[in-house]
T-cell receptor, first 112, second 115 residues
Framework: EPEVTQTPSHQVTQMGQEVILRCVPISNHLYFYWYRQILGQKVEFLVSFYNNEISEKSEIFDDQFSVERPDGSNFTLKIRSTKLEDSAMYFC??????????FGPGTRLTVT | KNQVEQSPQSLIILEGKNCTLQCNYTVSPFSNLRWYKQDTGRGPVSLTIMTFSENTKSNGRYTATLDADTKQSSLHITASQLSDSASYICVVSARFSGGYNKLIFGAGTRLAVHP
């Protein structure tokens, strides 16, 4: 069964560094999403992406964040200058035209 | 403001027992309501999805109900197993023009099933 994959599973970075989190959505899906979950807290919506542009973004998704679908298969989330409070699990999800979203296993980002 | 509230925050039950988890929401425009199971350190996995017109939906030992008038949902787990130990998250989807869905997550109920 096709699934969303994410790499790396765990990323450790120093404050102020740039990180890129990678996702490979399910191949025939058209909508792509990033969510984050700070340890012990609820999952929060970051951004949705469709037709090579951002459809919606939350207040969390500020200028430090960007998304890209560089090659038709990968979907990336870039954090330009990481802060301690960016430490969280980041989940990618994708969906076809229907409303079901399929989540990847997540990338644990630790900012030191 | 779009919100999803869940209760209880945590629950401990004995293996084989039943339990019911609650979800209240204020989300607009409402598209559907989902229950997810999330194991520690893993991504959420969908258990059920219900649209406005559906009152109940089952998936094995999981049965979800939806009352769209009162904006309440419940997830009933029958004959619990040790592997049911996880967080159960109520997620309400708002559907916008263009076809994409914005998911609003509850904080989850942490269920522990003890032998």
């Amino acid at each position: 069964e096709p699934e969303v994959t994410q790499t790396p599973s765990h990323q450790v970075t120093q404050m102020g560094q740039e990180v890129i989190l990678r996702c490979v959505p399910i191949s025939n899906h058209l909508y792509f999403y990033w969510y984050r979950q700070i340890l012990g807290q609820k999952v929060e919506f970051l951004v949705s992406f469709y037709n090579n542009e951002i459809s919606e973004k939350s207040e969390i998704f500020d200028d430090q964040f960007s998304v890209e679908r560089p090659d038709g298969s990968n979907f990336t989330l870039k954090i330009r200058s990481t802060k301690l409070e960016d430490s969280a699990m980041y989940f990618c999800a994708s969906s076809p035209l229907s409303y079901e979203q399929y989540f990847g296993p997540g990338t644990r980002l630790t900012v030191t | 403001k779009n919100q999803v509230e869940q209760s209880p925050q945590s629950l401990i039950i004995l293996e084989g027992k039943n339990c019911t988890l609650q979800c209240n929401y204020t989300v607009s425009p409402f598209s559907n309501l989902r229950w997810y199971k999330q194991d520690t350190g893993r991504g959420p996995v969908s258990l059920t999805i219900m649209t406005f017109s559906e009152n109940t939906k089952s998936n094995g030992r999981y049965t979800a109900t939806l009352d769209a008038d009162t904006k309440q949902s419940s997830l009933h787990i029958t004959a619990s197993q040790l592997s049911d130990s996880a967080s159960y998250i109520c997620v309400v989807s708002a559907r916008f023009s263009g076809g994409y869905n914005k998911l609003i997550f509850g904080a989850g109920t942490r269920l522990a099933v003890h032998p």
